[in-house]
């Protein structure tokens, strides 16, 4: 059973497209992420929801918008798609926990990507 | 400057050779330490966390955090071709431990 699905694995479209990601966990966890990773391999945070509610919110372009229609699922809407949005998209899902010495620690298990590419 | 300094690579090395991995940071207040794996078109998968200063093993793998010196390292054991990946740390602050702040990746290639 796959532990964090994303579709589609493949996205090819024009620019100016509006176009949608979806992710779903099954790990019951009550945090769930999506990361851009660019063709660097840089991988950089944009958003975070908790049991439905945004908490992070990076310095991402408005026509990025998350929705979290429960907190199994965490879908990504891009408006008028752009080259430069070309990258590989992950969703990403965590449990908080705590480690000795009162460390809290979200452990994030990543699925398999979305590869957007812009013409 | 980045937060997260790691060297890109390309890092090759033959079949049994011990890899050294390593990240730098600027960062105080990151109390949580991670290393990421992640094979070509696939996504980063935990390989090992810690969250204090010392080393801490599992298998062959040897994680090393050096908070006076900023410093994280990963260390490979008797290294396979299937560690041929690309090994990402990633850290994070007390205050805000769902944000995680990774490193660029190290490509790795261990040669048969």
């Known amino acids: 059973d796959t532990a964090v699905s994303q579709t589609p694995k493949y996205l090819v479209t024009q620019m100016g497209n509006d176009k949608s990601i979806k992710c779903e966990q099954n790990?019951?966890?009550?945090?769930m992420y999506w990361y851009k990773q660019d063709s660097k391999k840089f991988l950089k945070i944009m958003f975070s929801?908790?049991?439905?509610?945004?908490?992070i919110n990076e310095t991402v372009p408005n026509r990025f918008s998350p929705k979290s229609p429960d907190k199994a699922h965490l879908n990504l809407h891009i408006n008028s798609l752009e080259l430069g949005d070309s990258a590989v998209y992950f969703c990403?899902?965590?449990?908080?926990?705590?480690?000795?010495?009162?460390?809290?620690?979200?452990?994030?298990?990543f699925g398999p990507g979305t590869r957007l590419t812009v013409l | 400057q980045k937060e997260v300094e790691q060297d890109p690579g390309p890092l090759s090395v033959p079949e049994g050779a011990i890899v050294s991995l390593n990240c730098t940071y600027s960062n105080s207040a990151f109390q949580y330490f991670m290393w990421y794996r992640q094979y070509s078109r696939k996504g980063p998968e935990l390989l090992m966390y810690t969250y204090s200063s010392g080393n801490k093993e599992d298998g062959r793998f040897t994680a090393q955090v050096d908070k006076s010196s900023k410093y994280i390292s990963l260390f490979i054991r008797d290294s396979q071709p299937s560690d041929s990946a690309t090994y990402l740390c990633?850290?994070?602050?007390?205050?805000?431990?769902?944000?995680?702040?990774f490193g660029s990746g190290t490509r790795l290639s261990i040669r048969p």
């Open positions: 790990l019951g966890h009550d945090t």
């Open positions: 990633a850290m994070s602050p007390y205050s805000s431990a769902s944000k995680i702040i």
């Open positions: 929801y908790n049991n439905k509610e945004l908490i």
């Open positions: 990403a899902s965590s449990l908080a926990s705590r480690l000795a010495g009162g460390v809290r620690a979200d452990t994030q298990y």
